[in-house]
């Protein structure tokens, strides 16, 4: 059962993942809402430029009417008319070229965003197959398109079966007017069914596009094998992470030992602690802490030191202080500068007592906040 469910796609698509899937050109699209975008766009800029368009309406059709005897006996009049019209042309339909245009991006901005992918354009010979090519068709989501354009279909014409039936009168008095009268009435009921045809399929693309959202969104859903593979993947094996880890830490621990004959006094606690400080007043504006361990490290930073005759200093409580306050390779905080001070004017005098040979001074016993021990009060 554990094996099953593993292989159903019940995860969500990682970032990983949804960039493959642009990169490849797979992004949710809806050709239903392009397509009310554009509708709608032509037709409100039909709409907002009217009288313009009406304007080079007349003159581009006059143009096949008005011209004098004169002209028709020249060869100039074919060229002058197509220049005219070229030029009416242009002014009647740039406004919707330009709104549809504009109106072709923004559609796939809306949903998926813009993107552009060279392996969408390789060629790929399978989709060439008819045997695939059959089982699309009658695939689920084959059906569902076929559904789809189904009801389209029938709620479309229905919409326009009831505008021509309110509209019934309304055509019919285009002819009972004026030649000019009743084409301007019949291109307002023109774009009012334009708008009625728009919105339509504005309603419908709104619907379409939530379901290619959610359709994308559940082709790319991944099983929880495919997400640990690609964490596996990106992140690496968690094995060869540890083992990584080990590595450096003991890199780490061998270039502590290697600085630690440099530090000028280790403070120990007795046994659990040992912290290493080494301070250079040219160099350091603090003492630093140069090697730290807890038991077994411990254990042999004393033993490093013992051997290279270094001072080792027993304050067990600034020795946890010092270890749970201070990284390795950083200066001490500002609250332990007193406590470490008589530590190191305690390792200055017991060098001078040796050389004079006088009685060594009495080991100092610094106080130190609890709050600075963290987590080793109690050790």
């Known amino acids: ?18 960039r493959e899937s642009r990169e490849k050109g797979e992004v949710a699209r809806s050709r239903d809402l392009s397509g009310a975008m554009v509708v709608l766009a032509g037709v409100l800029a039909l709409i907002g430029t009217g ?6 309406a007349q003159r581009l059709f006059a143009l096949g009417m008005n011209y004098s005897r004169e002209a028709l006996l020249t060869d100039a009049l074919p060229g002058r008319t197509l220049h005219a019209a070229v030029f009416e042309a242009l002014g009647l339909f740039w406004p919707i070229a330009l709104a549809t245009v504009l109106a072709t991006l923004v559609g796939p901005i809306l949903l998926g965003g813009l993107n552009f992918s060279v392996q969408a354009l390789e060629p790929k010979f399978e989709r060439l197959d008819p045997i695939k ?25 229905l919409v326009l079966a009831l505008l021509l039936r309110n509209w019934n009168e309304q055509l019919q008095g285009t002819g009972r007017g004026s030649v000019m009268a009743g084409i301007a009435q ?8 334009g708008l009625w045809f728009g919105g339509v399929l504005a309603f419908i693309g709104a619907i379409d596009a939530i379901w290619q959202k959610y359709d994308h969104n559940k082709n790319l859903r991944m099983t929880l094998q495919e997400v640990r593979d690609e ?22 621990r061998q270039r502590m030992m290697e600085e630690l004959p440099k530090a000028d006094v280790v403070v120990v606690n007795p046994t659990h602690f040992a912290v290493a400080l080494r301070y250079d007043d040219s160099r350091m504006g603090a003492p630093r802490v140069i090697a730290k361990g807890i038991d077994v490290l411990a254990a042999q930073i004393r033993l490093v030191a013992a051997s290279h ?3 080792m200093v ?26 470490v001070a008589q530590i190191l004017a305690y390792v200055y005098q017991l060098k001078q007592a040796a050389e004079r040979g006088d009685t060594p001074p009495a080991a100092p016993s610094p106080q130190v906040d609890p709050d600075l021990m963290g987590p080793y009060r109690e050790r």
């Open 1 to 18: 059962m554990a094996e099953g469910s593993d292989q159903e796609k019940t995860e969500q698509p990682t970032e990983k993942r949804l």
């Open 51 to 56: 009288d313009n368009a009406w304007r080079h």
């Open 309 to 311: 005759h270094i001072p």
């Open 133 to 157: 090519g059959l089982g699309k068709i009658f695939a689920v989501r084959g059906l569902v398109e076929l559904g789809k354009a189904l009801l389209k279909l029938l709620f479309i014409g």
């Open 186 to 193: 019949a291109l307002q009921l023109m774009a009012r069914a």
């Open 314 to 339: 027993e304050a067990p409580p600034l020795a946890r202080a010092l270890y749970a306050t201070t990284r390795l390779g950083h200066e001490i905080p500002a609250a332990l500068y007193v406590a």
């Open 231 to 252: 964490m596996k993947e990106t992140e690496g094996n968690p094995e060869m992470k540890g083992r990584i880890r080990q590595v450096q830490q003991a890199q780490a």
